[in-house]
């Protein structure tokens, strides 16, 4: 009987239950812990795996200015140059450090290309530089040896990352002038979008751009005209751009290319040439308004005098006020002695000497308000370089350098000139680093009286200090220096306010002299001299007239 009971309880006993189901539940627990454990370490690895392609891809891309050396520059980079991503998810022996083969690394010319990811797409010669603007990178296969997820059936998992980078490349400080690209007329009356401008003809050449149609868009601008580009702001964003040190319109994309496409802002801009007047020293009511820093350029050598109220006084510190710093009666003015107004395209004899000259114009262009040269527009860099010397170089006993003195004295000495026929451009550098230095007998860009009643012309900036927004002169950037975009107005069908203008190149000016109404100028007349193509590789150099910067982004 006790037997039986006891048979009974227990059988019919549920005590234990819950241990048999543990056991049954223990092979898919633990399971599901080594996939939840080993998944987080192949997620920690793909992270870090995304991460080096990622920083590897973008090191690479910082490399591509298109230029000689750049892809090699990128690989170095891409591998190790650069940065260095460590992984620590991985266990399978080979390493801490991620590592990029030669094969995983792909250049490609475009966006589009780079974006559809096809290799097919892309190349690895470096002898195409030029063309690389995108880095395509696949880093190495890692692996993780689980551990739990073996009791499953898997041993490990392994994967790769690939990341596809580029150059964003924006640029700022764009004064927004522009000229219609004067070789596009040679190409016949249809233009061509990708005509291309002569540098090596015009360097050094005085170029007179005259204003293209008015704001109602009477008609194509013509090669040779200048127009202004609307980088934002209208007409007062063309003034600040032309005349404050740091224009307020920011950056312009590129885009990835070398290429804007602004829309042009019609008619002649009154306030604009005020402007560019600023860089010599001259302010007119609103040149420089709304908190704007615009000072003049430290050499602001010019063929304008001004008065002096006190002709007992030192005339580089009296007579500084608002009517005496504006181009007018009581201000900049033309001297009332002899004026470079050459009777024939050729230099001057040495018996006649202008009481007040600026660096001139080429002679073809001064010879009268029409000009003799063969090409309207442009000069053959031909200036009367001994008329200017004799004029400015006066000694203290009232000699002045003649030709053989001024072609001795600017080509020996540290860092001398190497020819006696200098650019403008060159001349006015040469006086700007040796100002204050006495060289035979004369002060470099002294104050100076013309002798012809309370005249006084001044070389360095007397207005700038009181009216430019600054408390002190500054000889960077370089003030007298532009840029200016080069258009095919033909092509690109350039009439009144067009949209979306492609820049078909930028070029490097000297501002040779102030816009204003004389006796054979007029204030719409801008005249600069050609000093070089810019330089679109030169990244973030503040004296830069057109600064670039380059910022390098992922595609994908």
């Not at 170095?76 to 650069?82: D, F, I, K, R, Y």
């Not at 392994?158 to 219609?180: D, F, K, Q, Y």
Request: hydrophobic share 40%.
């Amino acid at each position: 009987m006790t037997r039986w009971l006891f048979s009974n309880v227990f059988w019919r006993s549920e005590s234990g239950a819950v241990a048999a189901t543990y056991a049954l539940a223990l092979v898919p627990l633990v399971a599901i812990t080594g996939l939840a454990f080993d998944y987080t370490r192949v997620a920690g690895m793909d992270t870090e795996l995304q991460n080096a392609a990622d920083q590897a891809a973008l090191a690479g891309a910082s490399q591509l200015d298109r230029e000689s050396g750049s892809m090699e520059r990128a690989i170095e980079a891409v591998q190790g140059g650069l940065v260095g991503n460590a992984t620590l998810f991985s266990n399978d022996n080979t390493g801490q450090k991620v590592d990029v083969p030669a094969i995983g690394i792909t250049f490609f010319a475009t966006r589009t290309d780079a974006e559809a990811g096809d290799p097919s797409l892309g190349f690895t010669d470096v002898s195409r530089f030029a063309e690389a603007g995108f880095i395509s990178v696949t880093v190495e296969t890692r692996a993780a040896n689980y551990a739990l997820t073996p009791i499953v059936g898997a041993m490990r998992g392994e994967m790769t990352a690939n990341a596809v980078a580029g150059l964003g490349s924006a640029l700022c400080r764009i004064p927004p002038l522009m000229i219609c690209n004067p070789d596009e007329e040679n190409l016949g009356s249809g233009g061509q979008v990708d005509a291309t401008f002569d540098f090596a003809k015009r360097t050094g050449a005085g170029m007179l751009v005259v204003a293209g149609p008015g704001g109602g868009g009477a008609g194509f601008w013509q090669p040779g005209n200048f127009g202004f580009l609307d980088l934002g702001g209208g007409a007062a964003a063309v003034a600040e751009g032309l005349g404050w040190l740091g224009p307020s319109g920011g950056c312009t994309s590129l885009n990835g290319a070398e290429t804007i496409e602004p829309d042009t802002e019609p008619g002649l801009k009154t306030g604009a040439i005020d402007s560019i007047n600023t860089r010599f020293d001259i302010y007119e009511a609103n040149a420089c308004s709304k908190g704007g820093v615009c000072p003049s350029a430290f050499n602001a050598r010019k063929d304008l005098v001004r008065p002096d109220s006190d002709p007992t006084a030192d005339p580089d510190i009296v007579g500084v006020d608002a009517k005496s710093c504006k181009s007018a009666n009581d201000g900049w003015r033309e001297t009332e002695g002899l004026r470079y107004e050459p009777p024939s395209a050729a230099a001057l004899p040495s018996t006649l000497t202008p009481a007040s000259m600026g660096h001139p114009r080429d002679m073809c262009h001064a010879v009268s308000t029409a000009g003799s040269c063969t090409d309207a527009r442009f000069g053959d860099g031909n200036w009367d370089r001994s008329a200017y010397f004799r004029s400015n170089f006066v000694r203290a006993d009232g000699s002045r350098w003649s030709e053989t003195d001024w072609q001795y004295n600017v080509t020996h000495g540290a860092n001398a000139l190497t020819t006696t026929t200098p650019t403008r451009y060159q001349v006015y550098r040469w006086e700007t680093e040796r100002a204050g230095n006495v060289i035979d007998g004369v002060q470099i860009l002294a104050p100076q009286k013309t002798g012809i009643g309370t005249e006084v012309r001044n070389a360095t900036p007397i207005c700038s200090q009181k009216l430019s927004g600054l408390s002190t002169i500054v000889k960077s950037p370089d003030r007298r220096v532009m840029t200016v975009a080069v258009v095919n107005c033909t092509a690109e069908g350039v009439k009144g306010a067009t949209k979306d203008v492609k820049i078909a190149d930028w070029m490097d000016v000297f501002v040779v002299e102030p816009s204003a109404d004389r006796t054979r100028t007029s204030k719409s007349d801008i005249y600069l001299e050609v000093i070089r193509k810019t330089d679109l590789s030169i990244r973030g150099q503040n004296n830069a007239a057109l600064l670039r910067r380059d910022v390098p982004y992922l595609v994908r």
